[in-house]
């Protein structure tokens, strides 16, 4: 199994752009994550699908930042118009349905977006 | 508000000196801690799940445990190999979040 799958590996924007990250989780896993990674404030959580329904979006900075699960194989996470604060390593993670190992996280590598 | 603090910030060890990282935790339902490793420039990498009090988990040079309050990640004879950020994250009781602490970056010196 490839793993979770994120692209691109580095963004760089410039301020006011429209940015959009892409994650495919693990064939099988019902639940993605998408994390934002800084030194300031560590790993966050900012929004979480089971079976492709958001179901918590309460770490969503602003309205700036949406995401989308179309399918269970395909997620995408916006950020318009993007800000240098948001700068930082975004990670998607799946995981395996409650009851199976459905508390362990598989990560991707990330992607690292600097907006200038 | 639910809080997971990890300690110390940084740690350097020579090659073989065992120690202790920690991982404290206040929150209002606890369903699970986890310990993952993060290497420089992935995702971190699961090592743990404990559920319960008086749990013991291990692996290789780790071994990690848990109390009512808190959870030790200890690493015996350790080797450069395992330099990394140990992060540790707990499951909150309901849903399906897992809240992360700031991690304790190791450093394993030959």
């Known amino acids: 199994d490839a793993g979770v799958i994120q692209s691109p590996r580095h963004e760089v924007t410039e301020m006011g752009q429209e940015v959009t990250l892409r994650c495919k989780p693990i064939?099988?896993?019902?639940?993605l994550f998408w994390y934002r990674q800084t030194m300031m404030r560590g790993l966050e959580l900012l929004i979480y699908f089971n079976n492709n329904v958001p179901i918590d979006d309460s770490g969503m900075p602003e309205d700036r930042f949406s995401a989308k699960m179309p399918n269970a194989s395909f997620s995408t996470l916006k950020i318009q118009p993007s800000e240098p604060r948001d700068s930082a390593v975004y990670f998607c993670?799946?995981?395996?349905?409650?009851?199976?190992?459905?508390?362990?996280?598989?990560f991707g590598s990330g992607t690292q977006l600097s907006v200038l | 508000e639910d809080q997971v603090t990890q300690s110390p910030e940084a740690l350097r060890l020579q090659e073989g000196e065992s120690s202790s990282l920690n991982c404290s935790y206040t929150?209002?339902?606890?369903?699970?801690l986890f310990w993952y490793r993060q290497d420089p420039g992935k995702g971190p990498e699961f090592l743990f799940t404990l559920y319960s009090a008086g749990e013991e988990k291990e692996k290789e040079r780790l071994k990690a445990t848990l109390t009512k309050k808190e959870s030790f990640l200890h690493i015996t004879a350790p080797k450069p190999e395992d330099s990394a950020t140990y992060l540790c994250?707990?499951?909150?009781?309901?849903?399906?979040?897992?809240?992360f602490g700031a991690g304790t970056i190791l450093r394993v010196k030959s």
């Open positions: 929150v209002s339902g606890l369903r699970g």
């Open positions: 064939s099988g896993h019902n639940s």
């Open positions: 993670a799946s995981s395996f349905p409650p009851g199976n190992e459905g508390e362990k996280l598989f």
């Open positions: 994250a707990v499951l909150m009781e309901y849903g399906n979040k897992l809240v």
